[in-house]
């Protein structure tokens, strides 16, 4: 139950990753694809397991190798997904899939566990998401046409025409002051306080190729955007940036100055949004709540698992606490 993480990649040089080995093919019957265009690409050129079913060490290695994540964060961001929405007794997640589905990842441990991927919706995946709807609204994990038209407006007005900070800090805001106006159930608490925000500057830091990154380049090109998100392809002759990063702290601060956020939600009704009062939970650094809110799901799902089970979540829940350890002191909920 459960297995080590892999080491972080040694090679972490600017190269082409869409290369003769990686070329992208066309979804078969039964490929997963779902809410995060930068996994749907790795198993689209095969970087992950074209089936979109991968381990939690293939996602953390893939996502080094066809981006250059740093292996912190891509640790971080694995293993949060992977307890939530992973089958911890068969090591698999589906980066689609949704609730009621489970089988594509084998036989699924009992509810109130849910094992269903990727696209079970206020888990990870959440509401206000650049190109995908509301779950309340419609289909959270498909791409969505209307809300890439409102992105190419915005990018047009303040970008210069590219997806660059500034047009990343309106399509956030205005992605919110939609959910607050159309969904009862807008949550926008933690933790999608931090993955929303992380995920609007995600395009920037991973999707600009490398060696225009180098030159200087600090927007996206819309076609290029286009690919990743809607078709889950990287541009020909796509090269990975040339340093290990995440999203970094400037641009994440630009696009949350921009306007005045408080993490909170809708109270049933729409236009009724409020301020989540337990935001840190017991914490004091926000790398920290998110990790604790986390391991909370984990409980939820899992209240009292027993030996294999068992064995396998405390494995994931240390690997997971792997990436916050310099900062945040281990929650240990089944010791
Ligand atoms: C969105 C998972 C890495 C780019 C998402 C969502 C999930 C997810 C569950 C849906 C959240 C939502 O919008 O409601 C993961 C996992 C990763 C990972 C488990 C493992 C490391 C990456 C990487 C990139 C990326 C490396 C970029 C290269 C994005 C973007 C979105 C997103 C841009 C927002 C899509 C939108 O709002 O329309 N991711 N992701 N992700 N992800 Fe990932
Ligand atoms: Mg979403």
């Known amino acids: 139950g459960g297995q080590p993480i892999p080491k972080p990649i040694k090679d972490t040089s600017l190269k082409l990753v869409n290369d003769k080995k990686h070329p992208w093919k066309p979804l078969r019957a039964g490929d997963q694809r ?60 589906s980066i689609g899939e949704s609730r009621g589905m489970s089988w ?134 796509f090269h990975r940036r040339g340093t290990p990063t995440g999203a970094s702290d400037s641009e994440l601060d630009f696009v949350m100055a921009a306007h005045d956020y408080v993490p909170g939600f809708n109270n049933g009704s729409v236009n009724s949004f409020v301020a989540d009062p337990n935001f840190m939970g017991t914490q004091t650094e926000t790398v920290c709540a998110l990790y604790e809110k986390f391991v909370n799901s984990t409980v939820s799902l899992y209240p009292s698992p027993h030996g294999d089970l068992r064995k396998a979540l405390n494995k994931n829940l240390d690997n997971f606490y792997v990436a916050v350890e310099s900062r945040c002191d281990q929650i240990k909920p089944y010791h």
Not at 123 to 137: H, I, N, P
Not at 189 to 201: D, K, L, Q
């Open 34 to 93: 779902g809410p995060c265009p930068g996994l749907n690409a790795l198993a689209s050129h095969g970087w992950l397991p074209r089936s979109g079913v991968a381990t939690p060490g293939e996602i953390v290695t893939a996502v080094q190798n066809g981006y250059n994540m740093e292996w912190t964060r891509a640790v971080l961001v694995t293993y949060a997904a992977f307890l939530v929405n992973g089958n911890p007794l068969t090591n698999l997640l």
């Open 104 to 237: 594509l990842t084998g036989h699924a441990p009992p509810p109130p566990a849910l094992a269903s991927g990727l696209n079970t919706h206020g888990t990870f995946e959440g509401d206000a998401s650049l190109t995908r709807s509301d779950a309340f609204l419609g289909d959270n994990h498909s791409f969505n046409e209307t809300l890439f038209q409102q992105l190419i407006d915005i990018s047009n007005k303040v970008g210069g025409g590219k997806y660059n900070v500034s047009a990343a800090a309106e399509m956030r805001f205005q992605r919110v002051q939609d959910s607050i106006a159309r969904n009862p159930n807008f949550n926008f608490a933690n933790p999608r306080f931090n993955t929303a925000f992380i995920e609007a500057v995600f395009p920037i830091v991973f999707f600009i190729d490398g060696r225009l990154q180098e030159a200087g380049e600090t927007g996206l090109d819309l076609d290029v955007m286009r690919g990743f998100f809607q078709d889950h392809r990287m541009p020909k002759d």
